[in-house]
């Protein structure tokens, strides 16, 4: 669990709390299921597992 600035801006944040823990998994994996843009990790137009790598990747990163 992961304390985060609320500001931080933080792309793994995804419920938008400042903490970083399971919420933040389900609300990519719906946002991810819904090809809501904000789940392009990748930036490409394509809903695929780089994308779902890349959240995870920024996830297990933290957040300053």
């Keep these: 669990l992961f304390k985060l ?3 931080s801006g933080c792309i ?5 709390d400042g903490v970083l823990d ?4 389900v609300t990519f994996i719906e946002a991810f299921n ?12 394509v809903y695929d597992i780089f994308d ?8 297990n990163a933290g957040c300053p």
Aim: glycine share 4%; hydrophobic share 45%; net charge negative.
């Design 52 to 59: 779902v790598l890349a959240f995870i990747e920024a996830f």
């Design 5 to 7: 600035n609320h500001h």
């Design 12 to 16: 793994a944040d995804f419920t938008k």
């Design 34 to 45: 819904s090809s809501e843009p904000s789940a392009d990790f990748t930036s490409d137009g």
């Design 22 to 25: 399971i919420f933040d998994v």
